[in-house]
């Protein structure tokens, strides 16, 4: 059952979905259609702000979320911490110092021009990786934003 947000728990979110995102490079934005079929996307450009419950995402070759929000708004995103070292300390101390999952909870907004700071976020992200091929056919074209706003969030439950 997920559990509220607070300005307490935020911080700790904030430091799951970190972990999660440095060991696959992608978080899961989950909507639901129109006609109530659910859809996963993997997105490699979100991030969470530090003040307020919110984040935000570079819409890039997303066709599914903006449909899928303008039917229903509500979203959950999930980060997996899935380091090598992170799995096998926690077998072999039989505990995780951390989450191994966390999903949050919110409504995304519309869809707009990306802040100086929003775009200054995304480029320190991806540093030099914009610089190549790849790089610059993935990255180069990021025009768009969408704010999502959260109210709730669960943990991976583990046995005790």
């Known amino acids: 059952m997920p559990a509220p947000i607070t300005a307490e728990n935020w911080p700790t979110i904030r430091?799951?979905?970190?972990?999660?995102?440095?060991?696959?490079?992608h978080v899961s934005i989950a909507t639901?259609?129109?006609?109530?079929?659910?859809q996963v996307t993997p997105i490699g450009s979100f991030f969470l702000n530090r003040d307020g419950f919110s984040g935000f995402y570079f819409?890039?070759?997303t066709s599914s979320i903006p449909k899928n929000a303008a039917a229903n708004p509500k979203v959950c995103i999930m980060a997996v911490n899935s380091g090598r070292w992170y799995w096998l300390k926690s077998m072999i101390t039989g505990r995780f110092a951390t989450p191994p999952m966390t999903k949050i909870y919110g409504t995304i907004g519309?869809?707009?021009?990306?802040?100086?700071?929003?775009?200054?976020?995304?480029?320190?992200?991806?540093g030099r990786m914009k610089s190549f091929p790849g790089g610059k056919?993935?990255?180069g074209n990021m025009a768009f934003v969408r704010e999502v706003h959260f109210h709730a969030f669960e943990v991976a439950k583990l046995p005790a």
């Not at 979905?17 to 696959?24: I, L, Q």
């Not at 259609?33 to 659910?38: C, E, H």
């Not at 519309?110 to 991806?126: H, K, V, W, Y």
């Open 32 to 38: 639901v259609g129109a006609d109530g079929q659910p």
């Open 59 to 61: 819409e890039i070759f």
């Open 15 to 25: 430091r799951n979905f970190r972990y999660g995102f440095a060991t696959n490079l």
């Open 110 to 126: 519309e869809r707009r021009a990306p802040s100086a700071d929003e775009i200054e976020r995304g480029n320190r992200r991806l």
């Open 137 to 139: 056919k993935l990255f």
